[in-house]
């Protein structure tokens, strides 16, 4: 028992030791940055404030570091692992170095205390001289800053101590000196330990400029909801500081579902099928809170069908289309919701089962989770399956009328989708609205003359001859026009709005771009014989049957 007691005390006495450093310049370290290019772009200094490696220094120096690397008094060379919170007002950082064993350090001193006016501190600095003693200096000025003070130093104001701690008598550090940019000082600064003290990382981190800014890895929040969102969101940027965050968290928590699931899901975006497909059957092991066994098999499905959509050509050993709709069907067997029938309709679609993925989108639509998107695609795979037309346009004005302005560009697309089936029906006033609708919704600038002519086609059929040659004007003027097919058609609205020496105008101009053109003397030709003008009517008719319109006999037959 003595024993057991002597070696605790012991224990106990090198974990003491190992707190704190009774000289503060041992704590201090320099610094070198890295740019992409593997040169360094900065050095500077910092300080250990806990015997893993946490140190504080200044943001300025890691401003688009790749890497950094961390040299201690002793001369010892440790790369910078982690970055644990990062603010460019205050030009702060605090990172994490990796280190072997244990680095002397220096407490901070406590929030609730602070110094006064006039206290004498002390003043380490980098040097690998053990001769080299700390300077003594003084607080000369003491201001607020935010919710933190900021000290004007008796310490001069060079470079060799940027970065460096200003600590009391005791050894708690103050703050860290910065350059006082102040006019014609002369002694330096250092902002109040506690914003060191307070930096972290969270979820919310992912979007931060400053840290955005340094491609070195970020540490993982504390709490496991915080971590897992980090990692998730780091998904979004760049692949390799993506992957760090997805290892490290799993390092911390490897049989967390969610987790495995979100790398499962990152390994298959970069391609990693067989290291994706061990962590989707791992994770069909285990489970998280708040992620259930179904939404392990969706996630699987979805990553399963980007793949074969994004390399329909290639064969991923088991991943395939089917293997696709197997997992969305498990999911939905584990858990029946309908979030997991729309992924099965999604694998329906690919594999050409319209009818079984119009079924199955029907039975989204009797739920809440009924949208436009799955009205639409239910119209289109009814479509496709052979279904009746009155039905898909049943299920296009469900998904219509479930949106709200400002429209989606995919629910324009709507409008134009309904519009051509309106059409087909023989609505052509209703197709006019429609593709009104569209026009609005998309802008005149984005719209071509296969749209124009398309509206003008409804417009004809609807009697509505103004707009018509409006809108076959509008397709003329666009660059690289089909003029022959335009033309012919504003020759026809005349004609059919009786407007009989404008169609033979343009029936002329036709001419003029193509001798040949069949449809340029019919249309000459028709307009002709409604002007009484049978002779030349029948003349210009002939032509056209020469050139091989069949159509003009009926014609000849009128005007004989």
Same mark, same amino acid.
């Given at each position: !028992?003595?024993?057991?007691?002597?070696?605790?005390?012991?224990?106990?006495?090198?974990?003491?030791?190992?707190?704190?450093?009774?000289?503060?310049? %041992?704590?201090?370290?320099?610094?070198?940055?890295?740019?992409?290019?593997?040169?360094?772009?900065?050095?500077?200094?910092?300080?250990?404030?806990?015997?893993?490696?946490?140190?504080?220094?200044?943001?300025?120096?890691?401003?688009?570091?790749? +890497?950094?690397?961390?040299?201690?008094?002793?001369?010892?060379?440790?790369?910078?692992?982690?970055?644990?919170?990062?603010?460019?007002?205050?030009?702060?950082?605090?990172? +994490?170095?990796?280190?072997?064993? #244990?680095?002397?350090?220096?407490?901070?001193?406590?929030?609730? !205390?602070?110094?006064?006016?006039?206290?004498?501190?002390?003043?380490?600095?980098?040097?690998?001289?053990?001769?080299?003693?700390?300077?003594?200096?003084?607080?000369?000025?003491?201001?607020?800053?935010?919710?933190?003070?900021?000290?004007?130093?008796?310490?001069?104001?060079?470079?060799?101590?940027?970065?460096?701690?200003?600590?009391?008598?005791?050894?708690?550090?103050?703050?860290?000196?910065?350059?006082?940019?102040?006019?014609?000082?002369?002694?330096?600064?250092?902002?109040?330990?506690?914003?060191?003290?307070?930096?972290?990382?969270?979820?919310?981190?992912?979007?931060?400029?400053?840290?955005?800014?340094?491609?070195?890895?970020?540490?993982?929040?504390?709490?496991?909801?915080?971590?897992?969102?980090?990692?998730?969101?780091?998904?979004?940027?760049?692949?390799?500081?993506?992957?760090?965050?997805?290892?490290?968290?799993?390092?911390?928590?490897?049989?967390?579902?969610?987790?495995?699931?979100?790398?499962?899901?990152?390994?298959?975006?970069? #391609?990693?099928?067989?290291?994706?497909?061990?962590?989707?059957?791992?994770?069909?092991?285990?489970?998280?809170?708040?992620?259930?066994?179904?939404?392990?098999?969706?996630?699987?499905?979805?990553?399963? *069908?980007?793949?074969?959509?994004?390399?329909?050509?290639?064969?991923?050993?088991?991943?395939?289309?089917?293997?696709?709709?197997?997992?969305?069907? %498990?999911?939905?067997?584990?858990?029946?919701?309908?979030?997991?029938?729309?992924?099965?309709?999604?694998?329906?679609?690919?594999?050409?089962?319209?009818?079984?993925?119009?079924?199955?989108?029907?039975?989204?639509?009797?739920?809440?989770?009924?949208?436009?998107?799955? *009205?639409?695609?239910?119209? !289109?795979?009814?479509?496709?399956?052979?279904?009746?037309?009155?039905?898909?346009?049943?299920?296009?004005?469900?998904?219509?009328?479930?949106?709200?302005?400002?429209?989606?560009?995919?629910?324009?697309?709507?409008?134009?989708?309904?519009?051509? +089936?309106?059409?087909?029906?023989?609505?052509?006033?209703?197709?006019?609205?429609?593709?009104?609708?569209? =026009?609005?919704?998309?802008?005149?600038?984005?719209?071509?003359?296969?749209?124009?002519?398309?509206?003008?086609?409804?417009?004809?059929?609807?009697?509505?001859?103004?707009?018509?040659?409006?809108?076959?004007?509008?397709?003329?003027? =666009?660059?690289?026009?089909?003029?022959?097919?335009?033309?012919? =058609?504003?020759?026809?609205?005349?004609?059919?709005?009786? !407007?009989?020496?404008?169609?033979?105008?343009?029936?002329?101009?036709?001419?003029?771009?193509?001798?040949?053109?069949?449809? #340029?003397? %019919?249309?000459?030709?028709?307009?002709?014989?409604?002007?009484? %003008?049978?002779?030349?009517?029948?003349?210009?008719?002939?032509?056209?049957?020469?050139?091989?319109?069949?159509?003009?006999?009926?014609?000849?037959?009128?005007?004989?």
């Amino acid at each position: !028992m003595k024993k057991i007691l002597y070696i605790l005390f012991i224990f106990l006495s090198l974990s003491a030791f190992a707190q704190e450093t009774k000289e503060p310049g %041992k704590a201090v370290c320099n610094i070198i940055t890295y740019n992409a290019a593997g040169s360094p772009q900065q050095t500077g200094y910092g300080f250990f404030i806990d015997e893993n490696g946490t140190f504080v220094s200044l943001y300025s120096l890691f401003q688009n570091a790749v +890497r950094a690397d961390v040299v201690d008094s002793k001369g010892k060379r440790f790369p910078v692992e982690r970055v644990m919170g990062a603010n460019s007002s205050y030009d702060v950082i605090k990172c +994490r170095a990796k280190v072997k064993g #244990s680095v002397p350090f220096l407490q901070t001193l406590d929030k609730e !205390m602070t110094v006064r006016e006039g206290e004498n501190l002390v003043q380490p600095y980098y040097a690998t001289d053990k001769k080299a003693q700390p300077l003594e200096c003084s607080v000369a000025k003491v201001e607020e800053w935010d919710a933190y003070k900021y000290f004007t130093l008796t310490t001069p104001n060079e470079p060799k101590f940027f970065g460096c701690p200003v600590v009391t008598t005791e050894g708690k550090v103050v703050g860290m000196v910065q350059h006082n940019v102040g006019k014609e000082a002369k002694g330096a600064c250092a902002l109040d330990i506690q914003t060191a003290n307070d930096l972290k990382v969270t979820a919310q981190s992912v979007f931060n400029a400053d840290m955005n800014r340094i491609a070195i890895p970020k540490a993982l929040p504390a709490d496991r909801n915080e971590a897992l969102s980090f990692a998730f969101l780091s998904m979004r940027g760049d692949s390799v500081l993506a992957l760090t965050a997805l290892n490290d968290f799993l390092e911390r928590y490897p049989d967390d579902a969610e987790g495995l699931t979100n790398r499962a899901t990152f390994f298959a975006n970069h #391609s990693d099928f067989s290291a994706a497909d061990a962590d989707f059957k791992k994770a069909l092991e285990h489970e998280s809170p708040d992620f259930s066994q179904a939404a392990v098999h969706n996630a699987y499905s979805k990553a399963v *069908y980007v793949a074969c959509i994004n390399t329909p050509e290639r064969k991923n050993g088991i991943w395939s289309m089917e293997k696709a709709f197997e997992e969305a069907q %498990k999911a939905y067997e584990a858990e029946p919701l309908p979030l997991y029938l729309v992924q099965q309709s999604n694998c329906l679609l690919a594999l050409s089962k319209f009818q079984q993925a119009y079924e199955t989108l029907q039975r989204v639509n009797e739920t809440d989770l009924a949208s436009d998107e799955t *009205y639409y695609l239910a119209a !289109m795979a009814l479509e496709t399956a052979g279904g009746d037309s009155v039905q898909v346009l049943a299920l296009l004005d469900s998904a219509i009328n479930r949106l709200s302005r400002p429209y989606s560009r995919q629910s324009i697309g709507y409008f134009l989708v309904r519009a051509q +089936r309106l059409a087909q029906a023989g609505q052509y006033r209703k197709a006019v609205r429609d593709l009104d609708e569209y =026009e609005s919704a998309i802008g005149p600038k984005y719209l071509n003359a296969a749209f124009y002519y398309m509206r003008e086609q409804a417009e004809l059929e609807a009697h509505m001859y103004q707009q018509a040659l409006d809108d076959i004007h509008s397709a003329l003027l =666009e660059p690289g026009s089909n003029f022959e097919l335009y033309k012919a =058609e504003e020759a026809l609205i005349y004609l059919r709005a009786g !407007m009989f020496e404008e169609a033979l105008k343009s029936a002329e101009e036709l001419r003029a771009a193509n001798k040949d053109n069949a449809d #340029s003397y %019919k249309l000459a030709g028709i307009a002709l014989g409604e002007l009484g %003008k049978k002779n030349e009517a029948r003349t210009n008719l002939q032509k056209a049957l020469e050139l091989g319109d069949e159509t003009a006999k009926i014609f000849l037959e009128r005007y004989k």
